[in-house]
Every structure is written in C-alpha cells, then in structure tokens.
C-alpha cells in the first residue's frame, strides 16, 4: 500500500495552486473526478495552473519574446523559455475550460515533471472523462495541459458560442466501470473541420426543408448521438434523392 493523503485532503493539495480551483464548474467537476481516479490507482497529480485572466496571459506569452506588449504594457521576458503560443484571450484557460498538471507523490509534494508512466495514465483518465491532452498535439507539444473543449475553437467561444457543457454525475470511489455509454454516443469531433463540414451538410438540408430545424438546434447544443447522425445521412440521402424525382 502506497503511502499517501486521505482523497479529500489529497484533493485541497491537488487544487490549491494558482486559480486551479477556480475552472467552469463542470471543468471542476470532471478535475475533481480526474484526481480521484488517479487517487484511487496510486497515481498521483496536481493542478499548477487552472483559470488565468487575461493579465495572467500576457505575462504567460511575454516568457521568451522581444517587444511584447499588452493594452500599452510591456510584458516582455526575452530571457525565460517560450511557455505558450495563445496570447490573451485566445487560451482555454482564458474561459475556464483548462488546466495543467504535474506528477507528484501521494503527499501532493515532490513535483516530477518527467512524462512517465503515470503522468501518461493520468492523461488517458482525462480523456475518458471528456478532455483533450495538450500531449498529443502535433503544433505545439503541451504535456501538462487538459482542456475540455469540445471541439470548440477559443476564438468561437471568444465570440460568445459557449460549448454546451453535459450535466455530469462523478462515480463513486470504488466504481472502475468506464464512463456511462450515453456519454460516450454522444457525435463528437477531434477536428473543428470535420464538424464544420457535417454543421454545413445539416444547415443545406434544413434549408431544403429535407430535415426539420430541430435537429441543427440538437447539433449545436452538443446533445446530437451517432446514432441520430447515422439516420438523419439515410434520410438526407433518401429525401434528397427523391426530391429529384
Ligand atoms: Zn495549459
């Protein structure tokens, strides 16, 4: 047995750097339910970082870069590493949809930033709980960071297009079993293309009065399940055919 923190003092420890405890409360919820399960494996993380201002930002983007300023203020820090490529107003964490993290021990203590096996096991928990791993982005490699965006660019939530984020119910302690599979059927898109392209497919055929306006109101509130996908293609492509009859 691994010595560690009863899970609710593990959890003050887990929370209490920077504004991690202070993300969009179904983000909090699905974090809280991160450090649980990892608890519960004997995987031990931390939160570094959670909602940032936009203040917080630029001090963020200013880390390696010359002649940064934001609303007339020098943020410039040419002698630190470049920590971020999101300027303010443009990071997830901006809207309280992401965090970081870091491994540690069972004490909340003794920071390990090497990406090992538990750092990785803790990503994959994440993503089973709705999140995306900075860890397996192509552009710009961001292992400590989660983000529950839903496939919704920071500048569409900018101009006010707030995913709609599930109700969410945390499992018990105990409970190993995967994420309930409503959940999981739910149409979901790890590309902004892709779902931009099936939006516009959805829009022709409302707009052609082959399906009714409803089933755009579903797509856009997120509540749209593969299932409901793969009919509504059947009757696009039979109606549409008919159509031209
Ligand atoms: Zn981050």
């Known amino acids: 047995m691994m010595s560690k923190l009863p899970i609710e003092q593990y959890l003050k420890e ?3 750097r ?13 974090a809280v339910e991160l450090i649980r399960r990892c608890w519960a494996e004997d995987v031990f993380i931390i939160f570094t970082d959670g ?4 203040i917080d930002q630029a001090v963020l983007y200013g880390k390696g870069r010359k002649n940064y300023y934001y609303n007339g203020k020098n943020y410039s820090n040419p002698s630190a590493k470049v ?3 999101a300027k303010p107003g443009t990071s997830m964490h901006n809207f309280g949809l992401a965090l970081d993290f870091v491994t540690c021990d069972g004490f909340g203590k003794n920071i390990d930033w090497v990406v090992g096996k538990d750092w990785k096991r ?9 999140f995306s791993w900075g860890g397996d ?9 989660i983000e529950y965006s839903r496939g919704y660019a920071a500048s569409q939530i900018a101009a006010g297009k707030w995913p709609v984020l599930k109700s969410f119910k945390p499992i018990k302690l105990t409970d190993t079993e995967p994420i309930k599979k409503e959940e999981v059927d739910k149409l ?6 892709t779902k931009s392209a099936v939006r516009d497919e959805l829009q022709q055929a409302v707009d052609k009065k082959i399906i009714d306006g409803s089933w755009l109101d579903k797509f856009d509130e997120g509540t749209m399940t593969n299932g409901d996908y793969a009919g509504l293609k059947l009757i696009i492509a039979h109606r549409s055919v008919a159509k031209l009859k």
């Open 122 to 130: 803790a990503a994959a928990i994440a993503k089973e709980l709705g």
């Open 137 to 145: 982005w192509k552009s710009f490699y961001d292992a400590p960071h």
């Open 18 to 30: 920077n504004k991690s405890n202070q993300t969009h409360k179904d983000v909090h919820a699905r």
């Open 188 to 193: 979901d898109f790890t590309s902004e293309t």
């Open 51 to 54: 909602l940032r201002t936009n």
């Open 14 to 16: 887990a929370f209490k």
């Open 83 to 85: 920590v971020t490529k």
